[in-house]
């Protein structure tokens, strides 16, 4: 039986390139090379696109996506790579938004993860809210102009992850610097109100009706609030937040994050993967925080370890992922 020749996409042009090449190492590991054939395809800082030897190369020959697969470039010469799919292990903007699973929309490949519609509407916090509160599940209030006085909020970048550009804020004379730092990132700011709560993660594997999910972790804190791989060597811990799976929440607090993260994952049109992240209050509610389309994959990131957690390790959720793209069930 011959394998999947599966090209890898990783690394990309912005903040979470080194997240990706990071996850990308963890899809390597989990990989079967009995049953696929690998294509490292690295998207380097500068936009440019390599085919290389494995997630750890530091260069590559350059590569172009057409219909027929990869095409490799050469001193006039070039040769033609056809691939079965694609996993786009990208984080973040041109990688989770949409633009790059339009591109393989374009070229016929079927790839894993969500597709361009919902890829977008996940990428957009605003537009993530206003079409769950349309399901009818609970979310912060925003504003994409200076809020009512409701402090603290929030300032984020409206399309961007990993806690990039966030910054809590307590007073108005604050407000002027946070709105600068977010639009280092995204020319669209959202302002949200601060949710009293835990954040509670939901590890989310299917499409439609067959939903997998991965045990629910927590974020545990110490202080300050959390900002994933924003530190030096997030291998090591982070400096103010655990995790702890499975969540030492009640069994009806149990359920209802589980039911409201289906709710949100099927109302944005999600399929393949997605990890949603939610807020318990204190009075026992849930709120929706976000949606990552393609969580992060890293040997400390919260998705893999979730899976791990129900008994799914990184082997066979990519094994479940790729069936999906290959068959079409996914979309």
């Known amino acids: 039986m011959s394998r999947v020749r599966i090209g890898v996409l990783f690394g990309g042009a912005f903040e979470e390139h080194p997240v990706s ?18 294509f490292w395809i690295k998207i380097t800082r500068g936009g440019d696109w390599l085919l290389c030897d494995g ?25 033609v790579i056809g691939l079965d799919v694609v996993f786009p292990v990208l984080h973040g903007r041109q990688g989770e938004d949409g633009s790059v699973q339009g591109l393989l929309e374009l070229a016929g490949i ?9 890829s977008a509407l996940c990428m957009d ?8 509160r349309s399901a009818g599940v609970a979310t912060p209030r925003f504003w994409t102009e200076a809020p009512e006085p409701a402090w603290p909020v929030f300032v984020k970048p409206a399309r961007s992850g990993s806690s990039f550009g966030v910054t809590k804020v307590s007073t108005e004379d604050e407000l002027a610097v946070a709105l600068d730092v977010a639009r280092q990132y995204d020319a669209k700011v959202v302002i949200e109100e601060a949710v009293e709560g835990q954040e509670i993660g939901c590890a989310i594997l299917g499409t439609g009706d067959d939903l997998v999910l991965g045990e629910l972790d927590r974020v545990a804190l110490t202080h300050g609030f959390f900002r994933i791989h924003q530190e030096d060597a997030p291998e090591t811990g982070s400096e103010n ?13 149990r359920a209802l994050v589980r039911e409201t993260a289906q709710v949100v994952y099927r109302a944005l049109g999600c399929s393949g993967l997605a990890r949603v992240d939610l807020f318990l209050t204190p009075a026992g509610e849930v709120v929706l925080n976000e949606v990552n389309t393609m969580p992060g994959l890293t040997s400390y990131s919260r998705y893999p370890r979730m899976m791990a957690a129900a008994g799914l390790p990184l082997g066979d959720v990519i094994d479940r992922l790729v069936s999906l793209a290959l068959t079409g069930k996914q979309r």
């Open 125 to 132: 916090k605003t537009l993530t809210y206003v079409v769950a």
């Open 55 to 79: 997630p750890d190369a530091a260069d590559g020959r350059p590569v172009v996506l057409c219909s027929a697969g990869l095409v490799v470039l050469g001193d006039g010469v070039f040769e």
């Open 110 to 118: 079927p790839y894993v993860g969500c597709d361009v519609q919902s």
């Open 241 to 253: 937040s655990t995790f702890v799976v499975p969540a030492d929440i009640s069994a009806r607090s």
């Open 21 to 38: 090449v990071k996850s990308a190492g963890e899809v390597a590991r989990g990989l079967d090379p009995a049953r696929y054939e690998p």
